[in-house]
């Protein structure tokens, strides 16, 4: 299983941007998607995530900002991003954990996309 993301950039403060990931290879069932980020010389830290049953969690500094939606048909998560701030550049990590069908679950990551916000 791959997980290619892709819609980083630049972009001035106040500004948006859509993140997308793709999940392919051998998929039977992806339990949780979503995105995490890391900035300089800090921890990865989760953005929001969102289940199979499309219960979502968003870390409390995106709340209201950003909006996570996947489409289970296509294998797909989506991260709208509005009214970005200086705080919110980082390289953006794509996750799934995903069930085979002998019931053994694993965790894949995406290769990171960078979101740079401006002044």
């Known amino acids: 299983v791959q997980l290619q993301a892709s819609g980083g950039g630049e972009v001035q403060a106040g500004g948006s941007l859509r993140l997308s990931c793709v999940a392919s290879?051998?998929?039977?069932?992806?339990?949780?998607m979503g995105w995490y980020r890391q900035a300089p010389g800090k921890q990865r830290e989760l953005v929001a995530l969102?289940?199979?049953?499309?219960?979502?969690n968003y870390a409390d500094s995106v709340k209201s900002r950003f909006t996570i939606s996947r489409d289970n048909a296509k294998n797909t998560v989506d991260l709208q991003m509005n009214s970005l701030k200086l705080e919110d550049t980082a390289v953006y990590y794509c996750?799934?954990?995903?069930?085979?069908?002998?019931?053994?679950?694993?965790?894949?990551w995406g290769q990171g996309t960078q979101v740079t916000v401006s002044s």
């Open positions: 969102i289940s199979s049953g499309d219960r979502i």
């Open positions: 996750n799934a954990v995903i069930s085979t069908r002998l019931s053994q679950v694993y965790n894949y």
């Open positions: 290879g051998t998929v039977f069932i992806i339990n949780t």
